[in-house]
């Protein structure tokens, strides 16, 4: 039997692999558990799992190189995990010749479908394949993503397939750099230190441009807006790389829920169970609370309600609901630790000890717009661009420093 590396080829287990490929009718899908017989008796195995391009041309077959190793394991879920791809082979069918690249800038979704059905199993239709075909769809609008139609593991391209086969979705989709947002924050006040004028340059304004070009500019309401979902690679000096994630719960402007999202990101008006029309004031109401927990992460509703020692839903819900009735927004300057005391919005911004007139006018403008954006009626909240442009006129009251602007990921 044959091994072939696709990420370190010889002249044979190139022209051997290209055969295979061309032998099999351009498979979308290529297993490396499994035994691929080339005609007339020749076995070969493969030491990664291949998936095809399909943004391939007639003339030039791509195939992508699913990495192995445990660190490119990039997360898993409860029905899904991330892999990095970490090449790509190239077959230039004039030429009948084949050729290895590394890349760095894809990864695989992969599905596992039973495990999705047990996760579905309260719905009346099992998780199946077209599921997945089902979110390509709907993460088509979404172009910094560049997530392609799924493949279905095939199970007629190599020998014993009927017994290594699993059932699993697999999704090429661009790899977002930087961490979450959460994280990144972290580690940006850390170690940079922001001023008001850099938190607004760096962070605040660049979140809302990302939120504006990759979600409002659908006309879609992402609706489960939190750290969690947003990537980010933040310097004081460079371009701000900021990118949305997981729009699987995504909807039109104007479709009907019940209320998605997380709680203390979630806009009070789905909070009640009842069906109402997605707006972008939900989108809103997040992106403030958001911003909040930019400013001062213990003001984030995760550390609210982790210093408050809530450890049920509903207990969650009734705080949340009580701060919304009571100050009619999510006020910093009204929210309490558990020995009431108030926290500051701008505790963690280095501005100095000399705060001036100007510079307090700048934080109260930043404080009332938040207060806008997290108030508790959806039609008080401002628009998107009226967002931002208010961001972009109390930056420029301050000593101009090192510009950002916004960078999607490369690929854009």
Do not use: W
């Not at 290529?30 to 195995?45: A, G, N, Q, S, Y």
């Not at 190239?90 to 690249?101: F, M, N, P, V």
């Not at 760095?104 to 719905?123: L, P, Y």
């Not at 809530?310 to 009735?325: D, G, H, R, V």
């Amino acid at each position: 039997m044959l091994e072939i590396n696709p990420t370190n080829l010889s002249t044979e287990t190139a022209n051997k692999l290209r055969l295979l490929i061309a032998h099999n009718n351009n498979p979308a899908f290529l297993d490396r558990k499994l035994t691929h017989i080339l005609p007339p008796v020749m076995e070969l195995r493969l030491t990664h799992n291949l998936i095809i391009d399909r943004e391939s041309t007639e003339n030039v077959k791509r195939y992508f190189v699913i990495s192995n190793a445990p660190h490119d394991d990039l997360g898993i879920g409860a029905t899904n995990r991330a892999r990095r791809i970490i090449g790509a082979i190239e077959i230039d069918t004039t030429h009948a010749s084949l050729t290895y690249q590394p890349i760095s800038s894809k990864v695989v979704r992969i599905t596992n479908i039973k495990k999705a059905q047990k996760a579905h199993q309260a719905q009346q239709t099992k998780y199946k394949h077209k599921a997945a075909v089902q979110a390509f769809k709907k993460h088509q609008p979404f172009t910094h993503l560049a997530m392609q139609q799924p493949v279905k593991r095939a199970a007629h391209i190599g020998r014993n397939s009927a017994f290594f086969f699993k059932k699993k979705s697999y999704t090429v989709m661009n790899e977002l750099p930087g961490q979450n947002l959460g994280d990144e924050i972290a580690d940006f006040i850390t170690y940079i230190g922001p001023d008001t004028k850099t938190m607004l340059d760096v962070v605040l304004i660049p979140i809302l441009e990302a939120y504006k070009r990759q979600v409002a500019s659908t006309g879609k309401v992402h609706r489960d807006i939190k750290p969690g979902n947003i990537n980010a690679d933040l310097y004081k000096d460079t371009p701000s790389i900021i990118n949305f994630l997981d729009f699987d719960s995504s909807l039109a402007i104007g479709d009907k829920d019940t209320g998605y999202g997380t709680l203390g990101y979630l806009a009070p008006e789905a909070m009640g169970g009842l069906t109402v029309a997605v707006t972008p004031a939900r989108d809103i109401f997040s992106l403030g609370v958001l911003l909040i927990s930019c400013i001062n992460p213990d003001l984030s509703p995760e550390s609210i309600v982790s210093e408050r020692k809530i450890n049920t839903s509903k207990e969650a819900l009734q705080f949340m609901l009580t701060q919304l009735n009571t100050h009619l927004c999510y006020d910093p300057d009204q929210i309490t630790t558990e020995s009431n005391e108030h926290y500051e919005l701008f505790n963690y911004i280095n501005d100095g000890d000399d705060i001036s007139e100007q510079l307090q006018q700048c934080r109260n403008q930043i404080k009332t717009l938040l207060k806008n954006m997290t108030s508790r009626y959806p039609e008080k909240r401002p628009a998107i661009d009226s967002v931002i442009a208010e961001l972009k006129a109390a930056s420029a009251m301050l000593t101009p420093s090192p510009s950002s602007t916004l960078s999607l990921s490369p690929s854009q």
